[in-house]
């Protein structure tokens, strides 16, 4: 396609599909998706693209929806992905209203309104029967949140080891790109005790005690800090005890470190493995389970900068003001950690992300479809 159609076709194509837009938001939305439970939405996804025109969807193991496109004999694949799974662990539908000015709803920013952009940045390719030179992937991924481990990238990239040679995930708001990476590991604690009558076995050790002064521990910890590094901890739950007048047998936690930068995420691995020791004394059992890995960035500058500077005009061009650039983590961890340049690009204005009072800015939406359409279409390749 050239480009004086292009620019034409786009604008009335955006136009046009504005209003579906929301409608398919509104059915994703109300669509339980925690990680590992995101089934329904998988198949609604597919189906969608199908219907849609897009030949040869499929569902992965890991509850990917991938769309391949001229895929077949390239080994320079670009892929652009968004997540289904939301971070709340709801398993029936979450309030849904729409205002008139924004869209009130858990998860509908982070990442809803993306999967819906990828869906509809998709239908365009199809539509305009624009085929990339080296192949794209079009993924609405699994588990990219907390427990989910991005456990849906990094399905991808075992299947298509090799072949990927950029990856954007749209998983932000307009304004923002983060171009670096937080890694992190996730624990879950478990503390046992014999326990007790509060009152005829008093003194001996107490489950919920041992636990608070392994957190107290924590957030004595001083984090590392190297020159354009961030570090940071949490203990994100915590639970246990039988009733007031139990020595608590069972306690447990969830907590996490996080890092940009490596030598300050193993310098942390050290301090938790030390206070997770320490509370192992006579009559206490401390249990650790590694629940999520994130890794950080090992990656040529070069690389990352090239693919910056293709994308961070295209969105400045859209949005008419500079992109942000900052670290996050996301489903770019799992490409950069093995060399492969990542951008988590944001196709959208939202508010209160991990919060069930999270809102939608519905003038951002046309807004960030025109984004998605014109960073794909650049990447793939089709615009002459």
């Known amino acids: 396609m050239d480009r004086k159609s292009f620019e034409a076709e786009l604008k009335q194509y955006v136009e046009e599909n504005t209003a579906d837009m929301f409608a398919v938001l509104k059915d994703l939305c109300l669509i339980?998706?925690?990680?590992?439970?995101?089934?329904?939405?998988?198949?609604?996804?597919?189906?969608?693209?199908t219907n849609a025109g897009a030949k040869g969807v499929y569902i992965d193991e890991a509850l990917n929806v991938i769309f391949p496109l001229n895929c077949e004999t390239s080994n320079e694949l670009t892929v652009f992905a968004a997540h289904t799974d939301t971070v709340f662990p709801d398993l029936e539908p979450m309030p849904y209203y729409d205002d008139g000015e924004k869209i009130h709803n858990p998860g509908v920013g982070d990442d809803t309104i993306s999967v819906?952009?990828?869906?509809?940045?998709?239908?365009?390719?199809?539509?305009?029967?624009?085929?990339?030179?080296k192949g794209i992937l079009f993924v609405c991924n699994s588990c990219e949140e907390g427990l989910g481990n991005l456990k849906?990238?990094?399905?991808?990239?075992?299947?298509f080891e090799g072949r990927v040679k950029q990856f954007i995930t749209f998983d932000s708001n307009l304004h923002t790109?983060?171009?670096?990476?937080?890694?992190?590991?996730?624990?879950?604690?478990?503390?046992?005790?014999e326990g007790g009558h509060s009152y005829q076995m008093f003194g001996k050790p107490n489950a919920n005690a041992v636990l608070g002064q392994m957190i107290a521990k924590i957030y004595e910890i001083e984090v590392p800090v190297r020159e354009g590094s961030k570090t940071t901890y949490n203990v994100g739950t915590i639970s246990g005890g039988t009733s007031v007048n139990t020595i608590s047998q069972?306690?447990?936690?969830?907590?996490?470190?996080?890092s940009?930068?490596?030598?300050?995420?193993?310098?942390?691995q050290e301090h938790f493995?030390?206070?997770?020791?320490?509370?192992?004394?006579?009559?206490?059992?401390?249990?650790?389970?590694k629940v999520g890995d994130r890794p950080c960035s090992n990656l040529d500058p070069a690389k990352q900068e090239a693919l910056k500077a293709v994308v961070g005009p295209i969105v400045e061009s859209v949005i008419g003001e500079p992109v942000r650039y900052g670290c996050s983590s996301t489903d770019c961890n799992i490409p950069m950690s093995i060399g492969i340049p990542g951008l988590n690009v944001g196709v959208n204005i939202h508010t209160g992300s991990h919060r069930r009072e999270e809102y939608l800015e519905k003038w951002s939406v046309p807004v960030g479809l025109e984004v998605a359409i014109r960073v794909s279409t650049t990447l793939g390749e089709v615009i002459k």
């Open 177 to 193: 790109i983060s171009d670096r990476c937080a890694g992190s590991h996730r624990y879950e604690v478990s503390v046992t005790t």
């Open 32 to 49: 339980p998706a925690p990680s590992h439970h995101e089934h329904k939405r998988a198949e609604y996804c597919k189906n969608w693209l």
């Open 152 to 159: 849906g990238t990094r399905q991808l990239f075992h299947d």
């Open 250 to 258: 069972n306690a447990q936690m969830l907590c996490e470190y996080r």
């Open 273 to 289: 493995e030390k206070i997770f020791e320490e509370a192992r004394t006579e009559g206490v059992t401390v249990n650790v389970t």
């Open 116 to 133: 819906v952009a990828l869906l509809f940045m998709a239908k365009f390719f199809v539509e305009k029967n624009l085929v990339p030179e």
């Open 260 to 268: 940009n930068d490596r030598e300050c995420l193993a310098e942390m």
